[in-house]
């Protein structure tokens, strides 16, 4: 048995508000659980003009991709247009031909690759837009799942850090190595995308060049951007920022609606007759349960009180519901 009242537009309130989650791992195994699946990626600048998928170099921890796809998909996602200015202030832009096609109707066409696409900021202030462009050049990706960063990642909370220094960004976009405070890369908040490109290099004792363990000595641009996607001994940590909304729904008991309880202990025995005292001037009962219900009367949510709250019989009684969606 139920009783039902329709909303009013009034009694719905729909707020949102940002709420913000802190993640750390540590290690490579952390980063790809299957709960996690943080990846990690080298693009190379590999001139060749033909793509053999049987032969190109692959890379990636969770997922396998073509180094040579991964530089350009960021090279024209996040670089493209600025090529030429470190700080985006001379920007390549694209020379546009005016010519016919075989019909003898007038197109415009691309002389060049450059400016033809919309790119992602990672704020909207001027910052650094290094990018590798000679030949057989790497850089460093690391992509964290949506359903990690949600709608993006808190600026000024990436943090990455290994035996032999660390980065962080500075909220503005910018990847600094903690030793030198050099920008070595970028930060892409709303794709949680990060990705070494500068020139710079971690502090290291100078002594060849190359890896011992996990430790770095003289390493060069190239092996600080492989160090970074493939070390194992790492780790990892963020604030993601996600938008709920919260549903407030305002449910209102006037005095002279739900003056009956329905709770079945009122009855006697098989009959139906309720007890003598239900019907009395003096009875009140009380509310422990609201439902919410859809057009089709499909029970969708239950809100139980901490305490069961008589109904008075004088004045209005209003019940507050709070519900957080996604």
Not at 14 to 20: A, D, M, R, S
Not at 103 to 113: R, S, V
Not at 168 to 190: A, M, P, R, V, W
Request: charged share 15%; glycine share 8%; proline share 5%.
């Amino acid at each position: 048995m139920g009783a039902f009242k329709q909303f009013l537009t009034s009694d719905i309130i729909v707020t949102p508000f940002e709420v913000n989650k802190g993640f750390y791992f540590e290690g490579e195994a952390a980063l790809t659980a299957s709960n996690v699946g943080i990846d990690r990626f080298i693009g190379r600048n590999i001139t060749s003009s033909i793509f053999e998928p049987l032969t190109e170099p692959t890379t990636g921890q969770v997922s396998t991709q073509y180094q040579k796809l991964v530089y350009r998909s960021i090279k024209e996602l996040y670089y493209g247009n600025y090529l030429t200015g470190s700080y985006g202030d001379s920007v390549a832009t694209a020379s546009i031909l005016l010519g016919a096609d075989p019909e003898g109707d007038t197109y415009i066409g691309d002389a060049n690759t450059s400016g033809r696409f919309a790119e992602y900021f990672p704020t909207s202030l001027n910052y650094f837009k290094y990018f590798p462009t000679g030949s057989d050049n790497i850089i460093a990706v690391l992509s964290i799942p949506s359903r990690l960063f949600g709608n993006y990642v808190v600026p000024k909370s990436f943090t990455w850090s290994t035996p032999s220094g660390s980065i962080y960004d500075d909220g503005e976009g910018n990847l600094i190595l903690s030793s030198s405070q050099d920008i070595c890369g970028n930060i892409f908040y709303e794709h949680g995308i990060a990705v070494i490109t500068s020139d710079s290099e971690p502090q290291a004792d100078s002594y060849g060049s190359g890896i011992y363990g996990e430790t770095l000595y003289g390493v060069s641009d190239v092996i600080f951007a492989e160090y970074f996607a493939t070390s194992s001994n790492v780790t990892c940590s963020f604030s993601s920022s996600l938008t709920i909304y919260e549903n407030q729904y305002k449910c209102t008991v006037r005095e002279n609606e739900f003056n009956f309880s329905l709770n079945p202990s009122i009855i006697s025995g098989s009959n139906g007759v309720p007890y003598n005292f239900v019907t009395s001037s003096y009875f009140q009962p009380y509310c422990t349960t609201i439902g919410l219900y859809n057009d089709s009367y499909e029970l969708l949510a239950v809100a139980k009180l901490a305490q069961p709250l008589p109904i008075s019989q004088t004045t209005d009684t209003t019940i507050l519901i709070n519900l957080d969606l996604l």
